[in-house]
């Protein structure tokens, strides 16, 4: 009877042992919100030195604005106009400009296969990285309101309306400007549609609506971060219709869920290509 070869043994017996156990299970995949938590911490960690002189550009450039309207708008409803519109650009420059900008660069360079292979919901992700960039433009929005306030006459009652305009006008912009990063072909055309975006916002948001054409009055319709210019303007009357402004604020609300979730599809598009 021949001896059987210790190596084959030992073979047979690894083998018996996988056939066995099989692949180890993978562990269970991350909960939206501890994810999301932990994104917005790394996102808000990374973007913070980068970011910054950017948003100290976003507030120069929303205030310059408004300094040059003084010389046109003398005041009444244009005046509220420009100073809600100038106050949103803030919003608009970070989180539809610079996120288009950031997931174009994260899409091209790879970063999007890190975030496929961790347990990690792609919503957890694009809401994460929206939150941190938005968070950016709480100060420089509340400077720019200030100013033009000062600028043209206008009541500092209401102000703080804004803390709901930031996060509404922002997951709307913000979703935007990541579904627009995601779906750019490269990364050059997503700094291009950013920039489109925002100067959209700036030409649509900040001019008076009834000096527009009809055209571009429709358009203005169209444009995410209207709905929460007009709810920051209407707070500056006498007596504001809080109801409309609650209305505004909710079809902003609307627009930023759909936006969110066309980038939430963007981002599982891109990370299995």
Not at 13 to 34: F, V
Request: glycine share 10%; net charge positive; with cysteine.
């Amino acid at each position: 009877m021949s001896a059987v070869p210790l190596e084959a043994v030992v073979r047979a017996d690894g083998r018996a042992q996988a056939a066995d156990t099989g692949p180890a299970p993978l562990g269970p995949p991350a909960r939206l919100l501890p994810a999301l938590s932990a994104v917005y911490r790394a996102q808000l960690s990374r973007a913070r030195v980068a970011r910054i002189p950017l948003l100290f550009v976003a507030t120069f450039q929303s205030v310059g604005i408004m300094i040059l309207m003084r010389g046109v708008v003398d005041g009444g409803g244009e005046a509220r106009a420009v100073v809600a519109g100038s106050s949103v650009l803030v919003v608009a420059f970070v989180a539809l400009n610079l996120l288009a900008q950031y997931f174009g660069q994260l899409r091209s360079d790879g970063g999007l296969d890190h975030y496929a292979t961790l347990p990690v919901p792609p919503a957890a992700v694009v809401l994460g990285a929206a939150a941190a960039y938005a968070s950016f433009t709480v100060p420089g929005t509340f400077v720019t309101a200030i100013v033009g306030c000062g600028l043209f006459g206008l009541p500092f009652t209401h102000l703080w309306v804004l803390l709901a305009v930031i996060p509404l006008a922002g997951a709307a912009l913000a979703g935007l400007g990541a579904a627009l990063g995601l779906l750019a072909p490269r990364p050059e055309l997503a700094t291009l549609l950013g920039q489109m975006g925002m100067s959209a916002a700036l030409l649509l948001g900040v001019l008076p609506a009834d000096r527009m054409p009809t055209l571009l009055q429709y358009a203005r319709d169209l444009l995410p971060s209207t709905y929460g210019v007009e709810a920051f303007a209407r707070t500056f009357g006498p007596d504001p219709d809080w109801g409309v402004v609650a209305l505004d604020l909710a079809v902003c609300a609307g627009v930023g869920v759909v936006s969110l979730a066309v980038a939430t599809w963007a981002f599982r598009r891109a990370a299995v290509r």
